[in-house]
């Protein structure tokens, strides 16, 4: 099985900050990597696909680049909306989610 | 627009069954691979199961596998979850996520929530 490890598990960042969220897994899964948003009480929503393809309605300041084992989604200035849990998802062999970041407004 | 609604959640004791369904509107359900992924409380998500638009590939995590089983009905614009032999590890919230052209989960339900105690 892919393991798939996110740090860091918590980050308090302010308003503005360029916030970055790594990703890596336990062997290489190609760009076949996915970012997702979960606000509380809410269902995930796809932020990025296969490891730097911005979805259809996210804003740009997200980002998302890497390939073999090491990603990362990036935040190019944090807005008060973005106060979620992050996760990442493999899907090169079955699908396998990271345990997730949470971010807050510092 | 695209909607996925589950249902069937609720209370059941160890070792009881649910079904939980999702309906789908406003895309071509039946060319699409489905998939069930869950998140017990406080936690991350786990995937749990996979099939193809035509119930010709089907996957399960090892954790469910024997004990859960995943249909469709295209005639329906329905996903289904057959869960038996539950346990207090299966207390979860079940989503029901559509599988994009880009192999990621593009569009999820809200979640219906699975209880397991006595």
């Known amino acids: 099985d892919i393991q798939m490890t996110q740090s860091p598990s918590t980050l308090s960042a302010s308003v503005g900050d360029r916030v970055t969220i790594t990703c890596r897994a336990s062997?290489?899964?190609?760009?076949?990597l996915a970012w997702y948003q979960q606000k509380p009480g809410k269902a995930p929503k796809l932020l990025i696909y296969k490891a730097s393809g911005l979805q259809s309605g996210v804003p740009s300041r997200f980002s998302g680049s890497g390939s073999g084992t090491e990603f990362t989604l990036t935040i190019s200035s944090l807005q008060p909306d973005d106060v979620a849990t992050y996760y990442c998802?493999?899907?090169?062999?079955?699908?396998?989610f990271g345990q997730g970041t949470k971010v807050e407004i510092k | 627009e695209v909607q996925l609604v589950e249902s069937g959640g609720g209370l059941v004791q160890p070792g009881g069954s649910l079904r939980l369904s999702c309906a789908a509107s406003?895309?071509?359900?039946?060319?699409?691979?489905m998939s069930w992924v869950r998140q017990a409380p406080g936690k991350g998500l786990e995937w749990v199961s996979y099939?193809?638009?035509?119930?010709?590939?089907?996957y399960y995590a090892d954790s469910v596998k024997g004990r859960f089983t995943i249909s469709r009905d295209n005639a329906e614009n329905s996903l289904y979850l057959q869960m038996n032999s539950l346990r207090a590890e299966d207390t979860a919230v079940y989503y029901c996520?559509?599988?994009?052209?880009?192999?990621?989960?593009?569009?999820w339900g809200q979640g219906t929530l699975v209880t397991v105690s006595s």
């Open positions: 998802q493999q899907y090169s062999s079955y699908w396998t």
């Open positions: 406003g895309f071509t359900f039946s060319t699409y691979t």
């Open positions: 996520a559509k599988y994009s052209t880009s192999y990621s989960f593009d569009f």
């Open positions: 062997q290489s899964i190609s760009d076949w």
């Open positions: 099939i193809n638009s035509r119930s010709s590939a089907i």
